[in-house]
């Protein structure tokens, strides 16, 4: 398994907030996870509101847990309600079904660690972390077909 390093994770993040502020996001927080589900790296851009650290752990760790975008375990949630009570009640970290998390794939569609993304709409964190990731020669989900990602749409 190949390791993000925390190089590697620090400009994931920066480049996600340059996205941020080409689109004129309000102040973000950022943090990525590495594919065990740690804490590698978080930043809190200025003027970011409380709980910030707390809300884009979760969101990276549900797509970790979940193999799949933040997005995608907030519509299995919706889809399996008692399935994902279950999940909630065994995950060993927190889990924040929002948009905004996202897994970080290698070019052979490894996962190597997951960010996530908060502070804007859902759909603004979640292109800026695609940004990011895109941005430092990472994939996303979105990269692969289904079969080869395993993520079901």
Do not use: W
Not at 85 to 109: H, K, S, V, W, Y
């Amino acid at each position: 398994m190949r390791a993000l390093s925390m190089a590697e994770a620090v400009a994931i993040i920066e480049a996600t907030f340059a996205k941020a502020a080409e689109m004129k996001l309000r102040p973000l927080a950022a943090m990525v996870l590495d594919a065990g589900g740690r804490p590698k790296v978080f930043m809190k851009q200025d003027g970011a509101s409380l709980m910030r650290y707390e809300i884009s752990y979760g969101k990276a760790f549900a797509a970790l847990a979940m193999g799949r975008s933040s997005k995608m375990v907030l519509q299995k949630s919706r889809e399996k309600p008692m399935f994902m009570q279950n999940l909630l009640e065994l995950a060993d970290g927190p889990m924040f079904l929002e948009g905004g998390g996202q897994l970080i794939r290698d070019e052979t569609g490894e996962v190597v660690g997951a960010i996530g993304v908060t502070g804007d709409v859902n759909e603004t964190d979640d292109a800026s972390a695609i940004a990011g990731i895109h941005a430092c020669g990472f994939k996303t989900d979105e990269d692969f077909d289904d079969r080869a990602a395993n993520v079901k749409r």
